[in-house]
């Protein structure tokens, strides 16, 4: 039983006195690598698997919506 607490007690001990990790900075805008939409900047033709660094972004899908009208979760 001696044991028991002993080990309780130094585990305590252990996570007061560990580092505390320093916190995160939020990204800055200029770190952010999000496609673009520029006129005249030319359109990659990609044969392939490859990564393309700089995305242009002509078009982006409908973002139209429609409301659900249904219950759920019965």
């Known amino acids: 039983m001696e044991y028991l607490i002993y ?3 130094v ?3 252990a996570v007061a006195l560990q580092p505390k990790p320093p916190g ?16 005249g900047k030319p359109i990659p033709k990609v044969f392939g698997t490859y990564v393309v660094q700089s995305p ?3 078009w982006y899908g409908d973002l ?3 409301k659900i009208l249904s219950e759920g979760g019965k």
């Open 24 to 39: 995160a900075k939020p990204a800055t805008l200029s770190e952010v690598d999000a496609p673009t939409a520029q006129q």
């Open 64 to 66: 139209s919506y429609t």
């Open 7 to 9: 080990i309780i007690i």
């Open 56 to 58: 242009n972004i002509v």
């Open 11 to 13: 585990i305590i001990i």
